[in-house]
């Protein structure tokens, strides 16, 4: 049997950034909610079955979501393999719920997480990702900071002092996908858990644990929807790609 890929997509995000009303996911971006455009760039590359490997789906989400999301996904990906669990209060605890629903994997098997709010990432950079464990254990997308950094202390009296100004050549921004060999991001989570070690990003587990992370090729329409801005700005890269129209199969 080939190689198993598992998209672990934490989706059980409060969302509060967003404000009050309907939760981020089910926003509507250009006539489609969040996480079904997250899902649909998946399920394009999971259809192609790219790289000859046996794709499956690991949504997990609130309680308040399960039922939605669980009808959105038999109704317009019926012939792809998604598994459902809920979330912790975490996104560490998120992301360690939805490796506990993986039981058939092997060692060399991957896993790659994706934010579901990331909706606008592409084929390209999932592709990018898996190709990057052909020769890595972790990998994730990312893109070169293109603002210029400044170091600071932020002093008692509350102002911000400035102490350095890096080489901003040196630094990334991680974006997800973020890809692990199933044995390396299980070691990660379980050690994590055990001695109660959250992150917001996948690879500083990694690093913590000792492990080399490599970056692939990110593009910058890849967005985490977060803010009302970010809905509009999403909207307008939708808009020039030309995929305004309503979700259909």
Known sequence: MGLKCYF????????TRMGAGQPKLMRNVEGRPVILRTLDAIAGVCRDRYAGLDYRIILVTTEDLLGILKAMCAEYFPDIKITFTLGGKTRTESVSCGLN????????????????????????EIKACIDGLKDHAVCASAVPVKNTLK??????????KVTNTPDRSRFY???????????????????ATDEGITATDDTALAEIYGLDVYLTKGLYSNLKITTPED??????????RGDSEPFHD
Not at 173 to 191: A, R, S
């Open 101 to 124: 629903m993986i039981n058939d994997a092997d060692d060399d098997d991957l896993v790659l997480v994706h934010d579901g709010a990331r909706c606008l990432v592409t084929a390209e």
């Open 173 to 191: 921004e991680i974006l997800t996908p973020q890809g692990f060999k199933f044995k390396d991001i299980e070691t990660c989570y379980m050690k």
């Open 231 to 240: 809905i509009a700005i999403a909207s307008e890269i939708i808009r020039s």
């Open 151 to 160: 170091e600071v202390d932020i002093l008692p009296s509350g102002e911000v």
């Open 8 to 15: 672990l997509i934490p989706a059980a995000g409060s969302g």
